[in-house]
């Protein structure tokens, strides 16, 4: 198993890194149930102020129950957690945490507006937010139309409005895009997208790689309730390599060398290498090979997809 | 959370059709075809009553005079199954849709939710049952209008009295649904045993044992749920009936089925508020 865990990402001046402030931080958070099966397992999780944290794992990891223990949905077995500076699903926390855990409830005999409306109610938030919501998620169109009547995706939109109805410090979404068309899927990313643009932290669970590469700026991978690599996108998929095929192969493999170094410099049979070096020398590596008398028949960056290595993470196949 | 659980049941058509339906079913059952049979009775229908007694001397029970005791001994138990559903669709389908998650992930605390609800469910039994008084009073006087007879409802202490009795008597059905349906997350089962337990358990369980004889039937059932609402509703006294003996007094007195009924209330809520506190939400 490989266990990666790197600093957090600089993705604003001042913001987000080790050091920062922690919006969501557990430490040796347990679930373990009365059949002997560990949902979660002693993980240890900082989200920071600014970020969109996007957590990754394959169905079944403990992705949800995680969640659900931050939201006090469910009690842990073991280990502590705070949100928002609180205890997890306190008043204290929950006013500042907006949340859709799997697909989001609403009643179905009220429109979309009378179900945000009763939600701003418990809420303890003044009324003109709910038309703000409704209109920042685009239903205000359908907004005095019955919630039974919505699409998946429209359910979706209604659900991101309830989390927003508390101008919430920290946003938590569970699967946020499942069960969507494309489109659908499109136009919830690139709202949370935008909802992560200010100070606020969004925390998504996913197990759609690309979805997550697109909007988190930091992720955590889990498997097995535990969390097996953290950092950037980029800090996951690791420096890109160079991809060269050439003849005749010892004297590729002199001129690789003398540009890259042995320990950087990889032979995989049939005349092919990886080297790891700066890819904006690629051009001068490729003239110092043709220079030495090597017919160069591959020359490209090779970038481990964010797929490869949630497979090799987790053991499984990523979700696109 | 008051304000917010009136909001959700106002706008629920389910609480209202229910509400509905008891109080059509009231005048039907309790009043119109009622009147029918005894104002045009089957033939036969006098054998085994006491000479010179027929079944339109039973007509004085659907007069106002007698519309409290009317009203509590025909709805005690068959009133209180509405009630029982109303608490279990309060609580039931908020598993049911899943919005039990949303409620307990917005600001308020467990508890506070529920005794919100549970506020609110009070309101419901509330509504319903002036509203059923309203229609028994409205049906007797009609039929006293039809019949010719003087309306003269019972003092006004007796029928605020009968109010109250029946308050607690649907609101023990209704917490009674209401803990069911947390017990087990969903309003079908806990309907299907609620209804059982209403209308076949305790009922069939003393009935048989009732052929035994003896006292210590009784002593037993003094402590159960349906006989205390008989108890409170039998306070009110009995439709007297020319030529028909008065029945005989209950087996515990008022005070005794008015404690009891409230120490079931304390002890579901007690239930649902553990469960409810405790539980882990995972629907």
Redesign the interface.
């Known amino acids: 198993m490989i266990t990666a865990v790197v600093e957090a990402p600089i993705r604003r001046p001042l913001l987000p890194g080790v050091g920062g402030e922690k919006v969501v931080e557990t430490r040796g958070l347990t679930k373990r149930y009365g059949t002997g099966i560990v949902a979660v397992d002693s993980l240890d999780l900082s989200v920071y102020r600014g970020e969109v944290y996007g957590f990754l794992g394959p169905n079944g990891a403990g992705k949800t129950t995680t969640l659900?223990m931050l939201?006090?949905?469910?009690?842990p077995s073991a280990g502590i957690a705070t949100v928002a500076g609180a205890a997890p699903?306190?008043?204290a926390s929950?006013?500042k945490?907006g949340?859709i855990?799997?697909?989001?409830?609403?009643?179905?005999?009220?429109t979309g507006y009378?179900n945000l409306?009763?939600?701003a109610?418990?809420?303890?938030v003044k009324r003109s937010r709910v038309d703000e919501t409704l209109a920042e998620v685009e239903l205000t169109p359908r907004a005095h139309h019955k919630f039974s009547t919505y699409s998946l995706g429209m359910k979706q939109r209604l659900g991101i409005a309830?989390a927003l109805l508390?101008e919430p410090e920290l946003l938590i979404l569970d699967e946020p895009t499942n069960g969507l068309d494309p489109q659908g899927m499109a136009d919830v990313r690139n709202l949370i997208i935008e909802l992560g643009k200010g100070d606020r932290t969004v925390l998504i669970s996913s197990h759609l790689l690309g979805e997550v590469e697109l909007m988190c700026t930091r992720v955590g991978v889990i498997r097995k309730g535990k969390i097996v690599a953290e950092g950037t996108v980029d800090q996951l998929r690791g420096a890109a390599t160079l991809a060269v095929r050439g003849t005749p192969e010892e004297t590729a493999k002199a001129v690789l060398i003398d540009e890259a170094g042995a320990e950087n410099v990889t032979a995989l049979g049939d005349a092919s290498f990886t080297v790891r070096v700066d890819l904006q020398r690629t051009a001068e590596i490729n003239k110092h090979l043709v220079d030495a008398g090597v017919a160069v028949t591959e020359l490209r960056a090779d970038e481990r997809s964010l797929e490869d290595i949630f497979m090799e993470l987790t053991g499984t196949e990523g979700g696109l | 959370?008051f304000?917010?659980e009136l909001?959700?049941v106002v706008?629920?058509?389910?609480i209202w059709v229910l509400i509905s339906v008891l109080l059509v079913l009231a005048i039907l059952i309790g009043y119109a075809i009622t009147w029918l049979i005894y104002t045009y009775p089957p033939p036969g229908s006098n054998q085994g009553l006491p000479p010179g007694t027929t079944l339109a001397d039973f007509k004085v029970a659907l007069y106002p005079q007698n519309f409290v005791r009317q009203t509590l001994s025909q709805w005690g138990v068959l009133g209180g199954v509405f009630a029982l559903i109303v608490g279990v669709l309060m609580q039931g389908s908020e598993y049911g849709?899943?919005?039990?998650?949303?409620?307990?992930?917005?600001?308020?605390?467990r508890l506070t939710?529920l005794f919100g609800k549970i506020a609110a469910l009070a309101v419901v039994v509330a509504v319903m049952v002036v509203a059923l008084f309203a229609v028994d009073a409205g049906a007797s006087s009609l039929v006293a209008l039809v019949d010719g007879k003087t309306i003269s409802f019972p003092a006004a202490d007796v029928i605020a009295k009968a109010i109250v009795a029946a308050f607690l008597i649907f609101g023990f059905w209704a917490i009674f649904g209401l803990a069911l349906s947390t017990v087990f997350r969903q309003s079908a089962m806990a309907i299907g045993l609620g209804l059982a337990y209403a209308l076949v358990v305790e009922v069939l369980i003393f009935g048989l044992l009732g052929g035994l004889g003896g006292d210590i039937v009784k002593k037993i059932q003094q402590w159960f749920p349906i006989a205390n609402t008989s108890y409170l509703s039998e306070s009110f006294g009995s439709i007297r009936v020319r030529g028909i003996q008065g029945q005989t007094t209950p087996y515990a007195d008022a005070t005794h089925a008015v404690v009891m009924l409230f120490l079931y209330v304390a002890a579901f809520t007690a239930i649902t508020a553990y469960l409810t506190r405790?539980r882990?939400?995972?629907a």
Do not use: H, N
């Open positions: 659900r939201l006090g949905l469910i009690r699903g306190s008043p929950l006013s945490v949340a855990v799997e697909t989001p409830a609403f009643y179905p005999y009220m009378d409306r009763l939600l109610t418990y809420c303890g309830g508390k | 959370m304000r917010g909001f959700k706008r629920r058509p389910g849709w899943g919005t039990i998650k949303t409620l307990y992930t917005q600001r308020s605390g939710m405790t882990d939400i995972t």
